[in-house]
């Protein structure tokens, strides 16, 4: 094996390695842009702002409008039963993206044959989606003439209305549903494209914004397009 040859081969194999850790920093980032920590993800923002061409090859690729298909959705919960588990995963994953707009479909799914992780995995997509809102009980008039004393023993505090101590023991009811993590790492691409304000980055902004109209994707990206007219 001549010299030439060697140093072609050292050459390839050290590209390889440095495009390879290349796209493992994207993914990351990538993966950040969903973290609940803003410092974090505001991080991966602007390390992906600095390799602004790769970034906008990353996005091409993953950034996707929310926008229901009926054939494509019934694919995705055809593969929640699909035996490699990186494709339930990622089947999981986008039926997620699509939040509420697919409720009737998961819905409907329930109401089929399935096997126990893929059920699961339906009701836990079902269970993140927000709720429709129950009319609130009303709160105790105090007033009128009730009879209100306050007791402390030992640092406990009662309070006795009418002679019938309050039960203050109850938990506070969990807080809604937020957002899917994928609208999130969406509405914070949306940022990234409109401070990159490339030909391509206003055509993915283009792509977003004929997403559902009450997605948070969609709206991000269409006040974006709108600032850029500016």
Known sequence: MNARRIVGMIALTVFGATASAQQASLDARWSDLTSPDEAKATRALLALAMTPKETITLLQDRLKPVKVDSKRVAQLLKQLESTSFPVRVQATA?????????????????????????????????????????????????????????????????????????????????????????????????????????????????????????????????????????
Do not use: C
């Open 94 to 230: 986008e039926l997620e993206y699509l939040g509420k707009f697919i409720k009737a479909d998961l819905e409907a799914a329930l109401k089929t044959k399935l096997d126990i992780e893929t059920k699961q995995r339906i009701e836990q997509l079902l269970d993140k989606m927000p709720k429709a809102k129950k009319a609130e009980a009303p709160m105790p008039n105090l007033g009128g003439g009730k009879s209100i004393s306050v007791m402390n023993m030992n640092g406990q505090i009662t309070i006795i209305v009418d002679g019938v101590p309050l039960d203050l023991s109850k938990a506070p009811p969990p807080p809604p549903p937020g957002p899917p993590p994928g609208w999130i790492r969406a509405v914070r691409a949306v940022t990234l494209l409109e401070h990159l304000a490339t030909p391509e980055a206003r055509q993915l902004l283009q792509a977003l914004a004929a997403g559902e109209s009450e997605a948070l994707p969609t709206i991000a990206a269409r006040e974006a397009l709108e600032r850029m007219k500016k």
